[in-house]
């Protein structure tokens, strides 16, 4: 597997019309990219360096409405645990996301396969360079699937372009169901959205099904940005039924504020507030995170977060280096 990342990284950088960040096209319809992420985290749980994701993506245009991606991940690809002294691989590249667009027009758009499920901010990033932080909030892995397989409309609504939605519907299984945090079959949502001169706000809601539960939740959004300033915050409050404990109702709920200045084009300031509780597994948890963002250029970030959570074990430091090609 290593000769097949050097031989991809090695087209890459000595392609001639080559530029870092804009993956290299080798014809009309197929472009190559792509990304990596190395971590360090050190806690009292943890004392670990990883080359966590490796990511190759094949992308294109077909004619002006038809596009596709494909985008192969591999999690976790080379781990040292400097606790016990151990090394781990993981080199098996799984279906992260799939999918085929066709743009009817800016008001209907159709896309088909494995794709990220189109809520809020933060999940719409699942790559460690695009983000402000290493780490996720709770609320972007506890709430709802990350990908949906299935079929998805989104665009502005005609009326007035300041409004956008998605609805998304899946009623088949995963196209790789070991690659996302939680496994369904049956997965329904929407979103709307409202943009103002420097704010959006939006609402969402969905249902899913796991084995013998169903789960819906409800959430909202917000950005904000204006000058050196952007603040990101969502919410969600998941109500889940399980037919093994009488039938009895429980829900969970998460949110988190975060806060970024712009000290200048390469360095940031990021600040977040998370809130997590699981009223069935009797989870309560806060964090709160302070960290700094470095970006020499843009498809390169260097990043340093410190975590303080209502469980002092919990505490960790994260460093990270994320490119990407």
């Not at 999918?99 to 999940?123: A, H």
């Not at 709160?288 to 390169?300: F, H, L």
Request: charged residues 25%; contains cysteine.
């Amino acid at each position: 597997m290593y000769k097949y990342l050097f031989l991809l990284f090695s087209m890459l950088l000595s392609a001639e019309e080559y530029q870092l960040g804009r993956g290299l096209e080798l014809g009309e319809y197929l472009n190559i990219g792509g990304y990596i992420s190395a971590n360090y985290e050190n806690s009292e749980i943890a004392k670990e360096y990883m080359i966590d994701d490796v990511a190759i993506m094949a992308y294109g245009r077909l004619d002006e409405r038809l596009s596709y991606l494909v985008e192969l991940e591999a999690v976790e690809f080379w781990v040292r645990d400097f606790g016990d002294g151990t090394t781990s691989t993981n080199m098996k590249f799984r279906i992260e996301r799939g999918y085929v667009d066709y743009k009817f027009s800016n008001y209907v758009q159709l896309r088909v396969g494995k794709f990220i499920t189109p809520i809020g901010y933060w999940n719409l990033n699942p790559i460690n360079v695009l983000r402000d932080t290493t780490s996720n909030p709770r609320y972007a892995q506890e709430i709802y699937p990350r990908f949906t397989t299935g079929a998805m409309l989104s665009g502005y609504l005609p009326s007035d372009e300041s409004w956008t939605y998605n609805a998304f519907v899946q009623h088949n299984k995963d196209l790789d169901p070991n690659y996302n945090n939680i496994e369904t079959d049956e997965y329904y949502g929407v979103e709307v959205k409202k943009s103002f001169d420097n704010l959006t706000l939006g609402v969402n809601a969905g249902s899913y099904e796991v084995a013998e539960e169903s789960f819906t939740y409800l959430g909202a959004t917000l950005k904000y940005e204006h000058d050196r300033v952007q603040v990101l915050s969502e919410y969600s409050m998941l109500t889940y039924n399980n037919i093994d404990n009488d039938g009895d109702t429980h829900d969970k709920y998460a949110y988190y504020l975060q806060g970024r200045y712009k000290l200048s084009p390469q360095h940031f300031l990021v600040g977040r507030y998370e809130k997590f509780r699981d009223g069935f597994h009797g989870i309560d948890e806060e964090i709160r995170i302070i960290g700094y963002n470095y970006r020499p250029i843009y498809p390169v970030s260097i990043k340093c977060e410190y975590q303080f959570n209502s469980d002092e074990d919990k505490n960790r430091l994260l460093l990270s280096l994320s490119m990407l090609f």
